[in-house]
């Protein structure tokens, strides 16, 4: 793979892993930046551009808080490099063999981060593609519109689009960054038909948004769902009622009376005013707006209107809601497939207890494990955690490859069948009752 490739809107210059086996593209802009008079409106092609244009630096995250200072979760993930912030943040970054070329027809992994759709970023430390690329996978992470900026929603918006909607801008986001990966993966050795979602946490509420939309039918053949997914989760789909109110307190807090007026606050202003409005919970989400979400995810799931592919679910025994909340709504969701006369889903359960403090298989901990960055972490790791994320980058892998997880010398994984609905343990041990 040559660092200098030729997308549709130019060329763009990536470099090599130290080790030279991964051809590595950071930041190529994917859209046009949301800025001025783009802000709130759905997400625009990118204007081509003269010459070689450099994808060597992570991009910026789009506006939020500093996430230094977020506790437990600053020592785990945000204590290194945390790009800048700026609207310019619509951009993704590649990970492909070095060897591949635009013959290669490889699978392709597009990652979604979480982040309570409120903050996030997709170079963030424990996100890393070289161990995808060596299993013969390209890896695609991708930055998109969070909190007010990916969220706010107001009737003044409807009236600028056909369709009569406003809001969802993140979730557009996401499924304008997969249209262009379908356009442009070929020329970085990967193949538009081999494509499989995942995310985790607000990524993985943003995977089941993307294959309960209509807009995005036939892009990808396979998603995964990490922590956030399944059938009465986390968060139920709200009425875009709930987004007016919220974004209605924003431009009173703001003393705004129009999008006009919205449009040119500061951005570090208007990103202090979303949270602030944002009292308890899931304030800035996707909402049902009649168009890219016809209806709720668990309505969309229940009356088979979710895309029919291969799909992989699970949780962490210190998850979200405790060890019941997560895993029962995945279940359920396994059980829909079942109902549907569908592909049985895979379904797991990550237990490993996190060494070097109390804190256990708590919501995020699997991360460190499917991208294999482990060696990032200040944690005292061990053998088993060195195997456990060796065999899960491998399953992970091979999903997006057949599918099916398995293969190889891993421990065997069945689908969640009428015959086996227990989920595969992923431990110190890696087991499935009944195998």
């Excluded at 990916?150 to 979730?171: C, K, M, Q, W």
């Excluded at 990967?190 to 209509?214: F, H, N, R, Y």
Aim: hydrophobic content about 35%.
């Amino acid at each position: 793979m040559n660092t200098v490739v030729k997308t549709k809107q130019g060329l763009v210059e990536g470099l090599r892993s130290e080790d030279g086996k991964t051809a590595i593209f950071r930041g190529i802009p994917y859209a046009q930046p949301p800025t001025g008079a783009l802000r709130f409106r759905r997400p625009q092609e990118h204007e081509p551009w003269e010459g070689t244009l450099s994808c060597q630096e992570f991009p910026n995250r789009c506006p939020q808080a500093d996430p230094t200072k977020m506790g437990f979760y600053a020592k785990e993930f945000y204590d290194s490099f945390v790009p800048e912030c700026g609207e310019d943040c619509l951009r993704l970054n590649l990970w492909t063999p070095a060897d591949s070329t635009s013959e290669s027809r490889l699978p392709v992994l597009f990652w979604i981060h979480g982040g309570a759709f409120m903050h996030g970023w997709g170079s963030e430390k424990e996100f890393d593609g070289e161990g995808f690329a060596k299993k013969g996978v390209i890896l695609c992470t991708i930055n998109y519109r969070v909190n007010a900026f990916g969220f706010f929603a107001h009737p003044d918006l409807e009236r600028e689009t056909e369709e009569r909607v406003s809001g969802n801008y993140g979730i557009l986001d996401q499924i304008f960054a997969l249209k262009w990966v379908r356009e442009n993966i070929a020329a970085f050795g990967g193949d538009p038909e081999k494509i499989t979602l995942a995310g985790q946490s607000a990524g993985c509420m943003s995977v089941q948004s993307i294959i309960s939309s209509p807009l995005s039918k036939g892009m990808m053949r396979g998603a995964i769902l990490q922590s956030g997914g399944g059938l009465r989760a986390v968060h139920e789909t709200p009425e875009k009622e709930r987004l007016w109110d919220i974004s209605r307190k924003l431009m009173e807090y703001l003393h705004t009376e129009t999008i006009d007026q919205l449009r040119q606050v500061p951005a570090n202003t208007l990103m202090e005013a979303a949270y602030a409005v944002n009292k308890e919970g899931l304030g800035w989400t996707p909402h049902k707006d009649g168009w890219l979400l016809p209806a709720s995810t668990d309505e969309q799931a229940e009356t088979g209107k979710i895309h029919d592919i291969s799909y992989m679910i699970g949780s962490t025994g210190d998850d979200i809601g405790g060890e019941t909340l997560l895993q029962e709504s995945g279940a359920r969701f396994c059980e829909n497939q079942l109902k549907l006369g569908r592909t049985p889903a895979y379904f797991y359960f990550f237990d490993r207890k996190l060494p070097g403090d109390d804190a256990g298989a708590f919501h995020s901990s699997e991360l460190w494990y499917v991208f294999e960055t482990y060696p990032r972490c200040w944690r005292p790791w061990e053998d088993c955690d060195r195997e456990l994320a060796r065999a899960m980058s491998a399953y992970w892998a091979n999903f997006a490859k057949t599918g099916n997880p398995g293969g190889g010398t891993l421990p065997r994984w069945e689908p969640y069948t009428a015959k086996n609905r227990e989920p595969i343990l992923l431990a110190e041990e890696i087991v499935q009752k009944g195998n």
